[in-house]
């Protein structure tokens, strides 16, 4: 009796074909974790040789570290601390990559009529978050007189730049990490990776998909360590999250955080996170503080004036709020729509 090809009855004589080698798949993930710029930098690639996935790693890792030394406003010999304490004496040469971020840094405190400005550090540096200290009315004042991104002059011709007010302090805290997964996406690019994500803290940069998957991002609840208020599958893109659980204090029962209205002094209140799509990471970062500081109806108001920008927001009523990119057109839309 022949059943889908197969006969029944007579035992027959059986053959048993020999083994097959089957070739493992090529390549895996390679992944690493290092503590730099005070956050968490995670690297994590598909690759086919180790030695070689272990050497792009690293040459991001170092990156990195070489972004921080220039960068940082506690390392006393980088390039960031030079500016801070010569910049209000006089003009101070800059390196070609300071100069191209500040100049970006004017470019995003016009566009949002300085609601992003990095020079918010004359006030910023007069919170400690760790001891859960604020500035006093009188210091807050004086902080405030010397912010204003107006009179960070830049010199072009000199490279150069000068405070044009006294007590004039920046911080790249805005969007000096967006810049550093770019140059780490970069970096991979250059070396032939196709797959691999590059994060600092809550800012990443994603190369292509996951092999034949998108890269699948949480955003985090403001409220909840552990829990997601969104998912987006992410492909080719840089994503940014701002939020007021990054670090701050609580006083009278008003949260204190390190995200800074340059115009006040004080934290704003509207928002507890904002993340923000966008082609590169620094744009997204800086993004992302200016829709903190502007509010929901005003800062997705801007962003919709920009092309291939999305964001995600959480009101302080915890409450989500879409770009409209997300809510129509968007490949994102989907998963976003379902959390």
């Known amino acids: 009796m022949s059943l889908f090809g197969l006969t029944f009855g007579r035992r027959a004589a059986v053959r048993h074909a020999p083994p097959v080698a089957v070739a493992p798949p090529a390549g895996r ?3 690493r974790s290092e503590a730099i710029m005070g956050t968490a930098i995670r690297v994590e690639l598909w690759a086919d040789d180790e030695r070689e996935a272990q050497s792009a790693i690293t040459a991001v890792m170092d990156e990195m570290h070489r972004i921080d030394h220039a960068m940082s406003p506690h390392k006393p010999d980088s390039e960031l601390s030079r500016i801070n304490r010569d910049a209000g004496r006089g003009a101070v040469e800059l390196s070609t990559e300071m100069y191209g971020l500040l100049e970006r840094a004017q470019s995003f405190s016009r566009f949002s009529a300085g609601a992003f400005d990095i020079t918010f550090a004359s006030v910023g540096s007069l919170y400690d978050y760790r ?11 004086r902080g405030r007189a010397a912010i204003g991104w107006q009179q960070l002059l830049l010199d072009r011709a000199t490279r150069s730049v000068r405070f044009g007010r006294e007590g004039m302090r920046i911080d790249l805290g805005g969007f000096a990490k967006g810049h550093a997964v ?26 292509g998909d996951r092999r034949g998957r ?7 609840d403001p ?18 999250t701002s939020g007021d659980y990054e670090r701050y204090f609580e006083r009278d029962g008003v949260r204190c955080h390190h995200l800074i209205d340059p115009r006040t002094g004080r934290s704003p209140d509207g928002v507890r996170s904002v993340t923000i799509l966008a082609a590169d990471g620094l744009t997204a ?24 920008v999305d964001a995600v927001v959480v009101d302080a009523r915890g409450a ?4 409209s990119g ?3 057109g968007s490949p994102h839309a989907v998963d976003v729509a379902r959390q």
């Open 29 to 31: 993930w390679f992944e």
């Open 131 to 141: 001891a859960g200290t604020a500035p006093s009315a009188s210091e807050l004042d």
């Open 182 to 207: 770019d140059n780490g996406a970069a970096i991979l690019s250059a070396l032939g990776v196709r797959h691999a994500i590059v994060t600092a803290g809550g800012d990443s940069r994603v190369i």
């Open 214 to 220: 998108p890269w699948s991002i949480a955003i985090r």
């Open 223 to 240: 409220r909840r360590e552990d829990g997601v208020v969104a998912l987006l599958p992410l492909e080719d893109t840089a994503i940014s």
């Open 285 to 308: 970062e800086a993004l992302s503080k200016t829709v903190f500081v502007l509010g929901v109806e005003r800062g997705l108001a801007l962003l919709e004036t920009l092309d291939g």
């Open 320 to 323: 989500l709020h879409y770009s």
């Open 326 to 328: 997300l809510l129509s």
